[in-house]
């Protein structure tokens, strides 16, 4: 998510510190000195290693993760049976973009929850997240597992080597499994609730990247390159409901105690371990928690579907694939959360709209006649899902979770 936002966000990314007095943060204080060189630079991270037990033969940054300095540390002694970890350091800002504001409290959210997760999980679990091995809130410094340098997310592997159906099936299911049990396991949980409930800013920036910005990408305020010449063909009565969905669901996501969310659950954030031949899963990790808050469930599991279609829309060669997965995926949640007591596909559904419409045009898809075609698409979507019944949404893309 971080690489699409603007300076036009800089108003709602104001740091916030409140008190923090749970047992989770009180968990994770740390007595490290404050550094005095930049962990911006591998030279840093080397003299911020040096006198810990992280202390490093090899430093090596690493790709992705938009929002931190990232680096591979391979470890002089091994920690833990583990002779490489992962370091990530935040600013202020965003790295390479210093005039755009990222509150540094970011990190003590991520390392709280994935301490909180890490504990509830089975040993031997399908999915998990990295382990914590450090929280330093003086340096900014986060020490986790190291997932392996052979991982490819989950979106590298429907692009670059589509798996088979029984293995995409079989990702599909376990996503669908971990991620309803975070949701109600972590739910249930008064004191991750209550600590993630803080994360203001995680409320902001979610609702603001995908509801704040739907009316003025249709209405061409944004002046993106695929949708002038000609403008797109939306009416005004759709324009009128996708102006009342905006407001409405930013005002929930806003609010809402409702569920705790991982808060950016993409096919870019999970990352896939394989057998040596591919064909046998090992491992699945989710990372990136910086955006964990208090939520609305329909508005996770609708991103994660948005972007499944997404990868089927535009490439062919992975659509079976992203198809298998995407159907396992919800047909596995909907079977594990008590889908008719609430709102979860109709939120889905209108999420996977709003996802289409702000993201599509702002991601490098190919093809600008098929971008306007899958912005016309959730558009659709968007209306439907606002004004469909229960068995409407049975047979709409997200059906699949109403057992």
Known sequence: MASTITQDITSILERQLNPVTTAIEASLETDMPTPEYDLATIEGVFTYLGNTPF??????????????????????????GRTSLVLKHAKAHLPNAEWIPFPLDRQMYEAGVLTRVKKSLPLDSLVTVPAIHLFDDKADVIIMDDCGVDVLTLKQLMLEKPPSIELARSIGEALGNFLAFFHTEGTADQELLDFLAKNETGRQISSWATYGRLVSTLSGKDELPALPDPPLDVSQDDLNIIEKVSKELTDRMMTTRESVVMGDFWPGNILISLSSDSSTLNRIYVVDWEMAKAGVAGVEIGQFAAEMHLLRRFHSDAEAAASATLSAFLTTYGKKVPIREGDIPKIALIHVGAHLVTWCPR??????????????????????????????IRKSLVGELYP
């Open 363 to 392: 991601v490098a898809w190919e093809g600008k006649e098929k971008t306007r075609e899958v912005i016309a698409e959730g558009v659709r979507y968007l209306v439907e899902g606002y004004e469909s019944d229960r068995e409407q």
């Open 55 to 80: 202390s490093s033969d090899e430093v090596t940054k690493l790709a992705g993760g938009l929002g931190n300095y990232t680096y591979r540390i391979h470890l002089r002694t091994p920690h833990e």
